[in-house]
């Protein structure tokens, strides 16, 4: 995709050119507003869930890079929030991607860049959490085979784990700036 202006890893917000209307729509307004159906509000609420469960993988991994934590413990929370984490997130996209964004599209076809746009942090998306799960996955086995070459591995997914953090923080807020406008302006979802 020619998309490069729109790197989830340059820009700064949502692109000028998709406020169109989130300046007609804009996010104070939101709770506010009679459009404001319960579905839209579940769907900003999964986004909340993950904002959280990636913070507290990186606060856990920190705290366990600190030696301020039991690696047993860690292991296994690890292994709990992070498929809750990669799952869910999974599950999410390929939801946005084949139903969501293109009913969107469909109710307002200005808004096709920036779909595409969200589409293509979705694929860099599913980069970060490969390297997450990869890192994750070798450190479980070692605490399983080899406890003491575990240790190794903490940084990896310390890395994997940031950078997923700064991806969600970027990704979910533009995300919710082009999407929710349009289902308000249109009246959809209610
Ligand atoms: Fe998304
Ligand atoms: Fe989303």
């Known amino acids: 995709m020619s998309m490069t202006q729109y790197d989830i890893n340059v820009r700064q917000g949502l692109p000028e050119e998709m406020q169109l209307l989130l ?3 804009p996010r104070d307004a939101w709770p506010d507003h009679p459009n404001f159906a319960t579905s839209i509000r579940n769907w900003m609420g999964a986004h909340g869930m993950f904002r959280q469960l990636a913070e507290l993988i990186v606060t856990d ?3 366990l890079l600190d030696k301020a934590s039991d690696p047993t413990r860690y292991a296994s929370r690890l292994g709990h929030f992070g498929n809750l984490l990669v799952r869910n997130l ?3 996209h ?3 991607d084949h139903r969501f964004f293109p009913e969107l599209e469909a109710a307002d076809g200005r808004f096709a860049r920036g ?3 969200l589409e293509s942090d979705h694929l860099e ?9 990869r890192a994750s996955n070798r450190y479980l086995q070692l605490m399983d085979l080899s406890p003491k070459d575990a240790e190794a591995e903490i940084g990896a997914i310390q890395k994997a784990g940031e950078g997923i953090e700064r991806f969600l923080e970027r990704h979910l807020s533009d995300e919710e700036d082009l999407v929710v406008p349009i289902l308000l302006h249109h009246k959809m979802r209610g």
């Open 23 to 25: 300046r007609e729509y």
């Open 61 to 63: 991994t920190q705290a």
């Open 90 to 92: 999974h599950g999410h």
């Open 94 to 96: 390929g939801w946005e």
């Open 115 to 117: 779909l595409e746009m």
């Open 125 to 133: 998306m599913d980069q970060r959490l490969e390297s997450f799960t």
